[in-house]
């Protein structure tokens, strides 16, 4: 049967999204230079207090009473809780508390989260239901990921008026691609375009046009000899990487209410020679050209009329992917939040 474009995991806002769809995917942590950085996992909807440093990603609440901990970025030290004196090591380990002296051990150290690098980036999730996708490392290990850096330059949010969902479906197919942006479709060859689809996301792969840049790819690569452009993951539901010749572009999809969602993007270059050119060169001008076209959608989806419309068996197989996991998601019966 074809699938249907309107799953019911749709208009998901409030705890069913949260406790059962974003706490249980990887997230991408911002990047920061400081030893121990307080920080909300998903501001605008998860906000989870978290610590992050070290190597380790730990609670930011206090295992007494539930005071927030740590409050400014800091160097590597104990933590003291500001309302009754408890205090942790950086590793969250439980040192001391006050008024307790005469209490038995317990143990009540902070939850620590797990904390998985890719390249310059780390992920972390709450009670993730699959492992991070390794198809990720498999695919791109000919890339010196350790020689990308984060331009803090090009770091900007864009705000987009719909359900996060919907941004994220747009992301997922590419037979938008020539109505939506005629630039990015000269620098592809379009008809090329193909994807694949994994546990925890997808991956499209857009093939240059005669003269685009592409990826050197080594003998021995699934993609050797053709002219790959772009890498475009998808990593469900939250996170985008797009590696291009030039380097990285990660978008972070921030959930901010049914109908608002912010857009964070973060740029590691590993050519910069390569930027500015061919598929992932103007992003800005793709980001507007989504924006407004999502949020057209949003507008539709008011309508008493619409049922939802078939799936393109060709084009639109990441979508009905990322529907089918939503909904395994949310019927999960061993979701223990
Ligand atoms: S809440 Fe932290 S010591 Fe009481
Ligand atoms: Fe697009």
Redo the contacts with the bound molecule.
């Keep these: 049967m074809m699938p249907h474009a309107r799953p019911a995991s749709f208009y998901l806002w409030g705890q069913p999204l949260f406790d059962r769809i974003l706490a249980r995917s990887w997230q991408l942590l911002e990047p920061t230079e400081a030893e121990l950085q307080p920080d909300l996992l998903l501001p605008g909807s998860l906000n989870e207090p978290i610590i992050q440093g070290g190597g380790r990603v730990l609670s930011n609440v206090?295992t007494?009473?539930?005071?927030r901990l740590l409050r400014e970025p800091c160097a590597r030290k104990n933590l003291r809780?500001a309302?009754?004196?408890?205090s942790f090591s950086p590793e969250g380990k439980l040192l001391g508390r006050p008024g307790f002296e005469d209490a038995p051990p317990s143990a009540e150290d902070l939850p620590s989260l797990p904390l998985h690098s890719f390249g310059p980036l780390q992920f972390t999730a709450i009670q993730p239901a699959l492992p991070f996708p390794s198809q990720l490392q498999e695919r791109l290990s000919f890339l010196p990921l350790e020689n990308f850096h984060l331009d803090p330059a090009a770091t900007r949010d864009y705000t987009v008026n719909a359900h996060f969902l919907l941004y994220l479906e747009n992301y997922l197919e590419g037979l938008h691609i020539p109505f939506v942006h005629p630039a990015l479709n000269q620098a592809l060859d379009w008809k090329s375009y193909r994807m694949e689809l994994f546990p925890g996301g997808s991956l499209q792969i857009g093939l240059a046009n005669a003269d685009g840049p592409a990826f050197e790819l080594p003998p021995g690569h699934p993609d050797h000899g053709q002219r790959i452009a772009a890498y475009w993951y998808a990593l469900h539901p939250c996170t985008l990487l797009n590696f291009y010749p030039w380097g990285l572009s990660v978008n972070r999809l921030l959930p901010e209410g049914p109908e608002r969602t912010r857009i964070r993007y973060h740029s590691y270059v590993w050519k910069e020679e390569l930027r500015g050119k061919g598929a992932g060169g103007a992003l800005d001008q793709v980001e507007l050209e989504d924006d407004a076209i999502v949020e057209e959608v949003q507008r539709g989806l008011r309508s008493r009329l619409y049922r939802g419309g078939l799936l393109s068996p060709r084009w639109e197989q990441g979508v009905a992917h990322l529907h089918r996991e939503l909904d395994a998601l949310l019927a999960d019966p061993t979701d223990t939040l």
């Design positions: 206090c007494h009473r539930g005071a809780c309302y009754h004196g408890r």
